[in-house]
């Protein structure tokens, strides 16, 4: 045990150190990044307007597949260490690969099929869709970014979260074995040991290089920076910022992450020592892959309506009007595997909801819809289910060797989870695309003058540019905004003819406090009117919504599951074939010899040493 070898003294420690870099182990993480990340990256893109509205708004020059390039040599050394750790970490079919980079290109009188890698000397290029890809693999590279994924259990809007259940000796030396954290932090006892900032306190860090302030500084540096070149670098650096920020919302609609479970992600996976990680995360992985993911057709049903489910960034967390946000959904309606209620004598005389009851206690977190009425079925008996009242399974149940009722997640559970949580994770992914990038405001032209009526932002300007045949831009004038009003614009030289090859293009800058800053440019065509695409028809409408998942409020209190009774009968009990729990899964969650319980350290498992993670990122001056 890691408490009695502290005593034992510096020498046991480091020998334990030692063994435990021996033992190999998989990094902690939610769901996958190469595999499921990325199906629902898809999945958001094909059901965005953002690529419908990049096209748009550049005469069919710019979309999801353009090109765009990043010079490795411009980037300040956090810039390029990430970015390089990323591509270390992308595997080859995630699509996250630029052509190019440093080394790509031989020399000139190299074969002609030695030169198919190079780009342009040392530049990197992939599609805008690729650095999105790119995003989503920084975001955990090193793993040990996954501690700004969670909240708080207790108290979700908590700048910084939680999860005492393991001891933090034990915490330290699993963040250095599995999670990227320096072995020297298990003797400094600076890793990770149980409380850090949480994806609330992320959405606002300055520092970051792949949190929102420093995308939003991108974004609008990719519209106002005065060449192609530097615009083009921006806008990707700004992907895969974004990519970082679907990473973080979807990973928030994992149960874990969502309650602050962390000793979750150390649940044993098999009998083999160090063998450990997050079961739910597994299972859609093996199950589903990254094209099959449930409730998510390859193609959406109806086009894309491009409203956001909220307006800010931490409305899609914690809600927003009648959008529960996802922490909700997932936190009170789901358990994740260490915040299922602990072991409990029940009396066999209690009647199935009497026993549910008990077994579930007070501090179980979940919506009051989900528990009020659940049952244990069948009981009394030595397995079963935890049902809610829609008949839903919330855990399964056992007799340990104490003959507690011991409760416990399950394929059966973990089927249920992802046939909910990963469209809801798509959807909030699809609604993050079109909240960043929402359809250019309603304008008219009239002669020599733009007539654009606003919503009612905090404060907007227009700033309209000159872009000659090489792509630099000059600024030719500048014009603040009313918002929520409509304001008169004159075009001055930009109304004029152009020279052959230039064009003008709009930039608006906007102010939505509390929501994210608008970035959003157009090329200024012949057209006399634009923006404000018309909402969906009726039946588009129609189609849309019963094709994608309903987040609101009510669905906690009454939604009843596809393919399970709408009244769940306390002395009812499940389909032997269909309902009687797995019998691998407890017996991978037991502890044996060679794996202890996964709330005890473990003597043949010492969590300790492991190579060093890359240096800490500092930020860079935008």
């Keep these: 045990m890691i408490r009695t070898l502290r005593r034992r003294g510096p020498i046991t420690m480091v020998a334990a150190a030692l063994l435990a870099g021996l033992l190999g182990a998989s990094p902690a993480a939610a769901w996958d990044p190469s595999t499921t990340h990325q199906g629902l990256l898809e999945a958001a893109v094909t ?11 550049s005469e069919l020059e710019r979309g999801l597949f353009s090109d765009l390039r990043v010079d490795p040599d411009s980037l300040a050394p956090e810039q390029r260490r990430l970015l390089a750790l990323a591509l270390r970490q992308a595997h080859v079919d995630v699509g996250a690969r630029p052509l190019g980079g440093p080394g790509s290109c031989p020399r000139a009188d190299a074969p002609p099929e030695t030169q198919r890698f190079c780009v342009d000397r040392d530049l990197w290029q992939q599609p805008a869709l690729g650095w999105l890809r790119l995003g989503m693999v920084a975001e955990v590279s090193p793993p040990s970014r996954h501690l700004h994924h969670f909240v708080d259990r207790e108290s979700p809007e908590a700048l910084r979260w939680s999860d005492p259940e393991l001891p933090a000796s034990t915490l330290r030396a699993r963040q250095a074995r599995s999670n990227g954290e320096p072995a020297a932090g298990i003797f400094t006892r600076t890793n990770f040991s149980g409380e850090a900032a949480s994806a609330i306190a992320w959405l606002g860090d300055t520092k970051d290089l792949l949190a929102p302030p420093q995308t939003f500084a991108h974004l609008e540096l990719a519209s106002t920076a005065p060449s192609q070149d530097e615009r083009d670098q921006h806008l990707a650096l700004a992907l895969v910022g974004v990519g970082a920020l679907l990473h973080v919302l979807q990973d928030l609609t994992v149960p874990a992450h969502a309650r602050g479970d962390a000793t979750a992600f150390f649940s044993p996976l098999s009998p083999a020592a160090g063998d450990r990680g997050l079961p739910l995360q597994e299972f859609v992985r093996y199950e589903y892959g990254r094209r099959d993911l449930p409730g998510l057709p ?50 066999d005389t209690l009647s199935a909801s009497e026993a549910a009851s008990v077994l579930l206690g007070d501090d179980h977190g979940l919506a009051a819809a989900e528990v009020d009425g659940a049952v244990l079925s069948p009981w009394p008996a030595q397995r079963g289910y935890l049902l809610s009242p829609t008949g839903r399974a919330l855990a399964a149940f056992d007799l340990d060797l104490e003959g507690r009722v011991r409760p416990y997640l399950d394929e059966t559970c973990y089927r249920d989870q992802a046939a909910r949580l990963i469209p809801a994770a798509a959807e909030v992914s699809r609604s993050l695309l079109d909240l960043l990038w929402p359809d250019w405001p309603q304008t008219q032209r009239s002669g020599g003058s733009l007539t654009l009526t606003l919503p009612a932002w905090t404060s907007a300007s ?125 017996e991978a969650a037991e502890p044996d010899a060679a794996e202890p319980d996964a709330a005890e350290p473990d003597a043949a498992e010492p969590d300790a040493d492991a190579e060093p993670g890359p240096a800490p990122i500092a930020p860079v001056p935008l």
């Design 298 to 347: 390859p193609l959406p049903s109806a086009p894309p309506t491009g409203e956001p489910l909220a307006t800010t960034l931490i409305g899609h967390v914690l809600g927003e009007g009648s959008y529960v946000g996802v922490v909700s959904l997932s936190a009170r309606r789901y358990f994740s595997e260490s915040s299922v209620p602990a072991p409990r004598f029940l009396d």
């Design 462 to 586: 227009l700033s309209i540019y000159v872009e000659d045949e090489h792509g630099e831009r000059r600024l030719s004038s500048e014009h603040p905004l009313t918002p929520g009003g409509a304001t008169q614009v004159a075009l001055g030289e930009a109304g004029g003819e152009q020279a052959k090859g230039s064009r003008v293009v709009l930039v608006l800058v906007a102010d939505r406090s509390p929501g994210p800053p608008l970035i959003l440019e157009r090329v200024l065509g012949d057209a006399e009117s634009f923006g404000s695409t018309p909402s969906p028809t009726a039946a588009e409408s129609e189609a849309l919504d019963e094709s994608k998942p309903s987040l609101d409020e009510n669905e906690l209190e009454t939604e009843d599951e596809s393919g399970l009774e709408s009244e769940a009968d306390p002395d009812a009990e499940l389909d032997p074939e269909a309902a009687e729990p797995d019998t691998a899964e407890p």
């Design 47 to 57: 059901r965005s307007a953002m690529h419908l509205r990049w096209m748009d708004a």
